[in-house]
């Protein structure tokens, strides 16, 4: 830390000596005290098996059901964090080019959307309590709700039209 | 409260103050220590002394707390922190290793959390496996319970089963028993009561 580049000026040199200043005894401590008395030893990122999801389980299965709900629960915070690291990038180039953020960051931008609204079609108003069990059904509903009026988003039909093309 | 205090003190006593005092205690001996001292009068010749002080009980008790909070917390869990962050340190991320199956305690990063996973808290996947078996136990606990349910609620829709919805009358034999005496009763005695 600190520049250890040549001055360009007395107020970079002051700078400098004052990080310097501050830096060294703490580099020093680190680098003779610290690092010759630690052994280094691993850890690891733990990896999960993948179990049959909430479609694949009987009603009456509550072994099934609480696999799959636990596997649901891990999947939505490993989105959550996807959707943050997106979001984080998409943040810092707005805010790094200002005006010029919609043509520069256009990319960026569109990825965090399409990735929210996908997050929302999975996650999305499940309520605090919402399961593995409420998604699927909420995956249903839409399904159905596709069928009847199109895709989401092209507005609804009125009743006879979605009864006749069902 | 702290005002009374100051009539113990012996260095500021006006001459008012100390004709009192020769008043309370004739036989009172002023010394080094911060009160009035007074003699108990008994017959005899020992000198037991009460000493009238003002409360020291805040002072006793901050020092209690200085000792306890610093001595055995600060000081000790400092001391651990210190040592262990600066000799043990964290551990580096690594991919696992083939064909190696991490300990449940070599998920976390730092020595302490390593410890307390390690020795205090029990095995995740071991909790899960139990969870999941009192799930399933409570699970055949309950479709019992249903079917004992759906089954009652048939036979006293049908009435049909001799069953839980029968109960026998095992005493109709004393009944008859019973009738047959009080028969000869009224027989013998007649009905005129």
Known sequence: MGDNKTP??????FINAAVTLIDSPVTWFRERVVTPNRESYPWYHQKFRRVPTIDECYTDDVICFYEANSQFKRDKAVDSEILTILRVRMEDCNMFHGPDAEAKCKSLVETYKEAEANWFCKY??????????DAYMKQKHRMVWERRHGPVGSGMRDAAAAAGDE | MAAWSTLAKPQQTSAVLQGIRRLLAPNATSDLRHGITQQIRCGGGHHKEMFITPSRFQWNKCKDMVHYY???GVIPLSLITFFVNIYVGPATLTPIPENYKPKYWEYY?????RFISRY???NPQMEYERHMNVLHEEEERRQLYLLEKKVKQLMAERSDYQAYYYSPNTAIKYYRKMKEVKKEENDRQGDNL
Do not use: A, C, E, S
């Open chain 1, 8 to 13: 360009r000026n007395i107020f970079d040199g």
């Open chain 1, 124 to 133: 999305g108003d499940l309520g605090f309590h919402g399961n593995v069990k």
């Open chain 2, 70 to 72: 610093v001595f055995l």
């Open chain 2, 109 to 113: 990063r730092h020595p302490v959390t």
């Open chain 2, 120 to 122: 205090i808290m029990p």
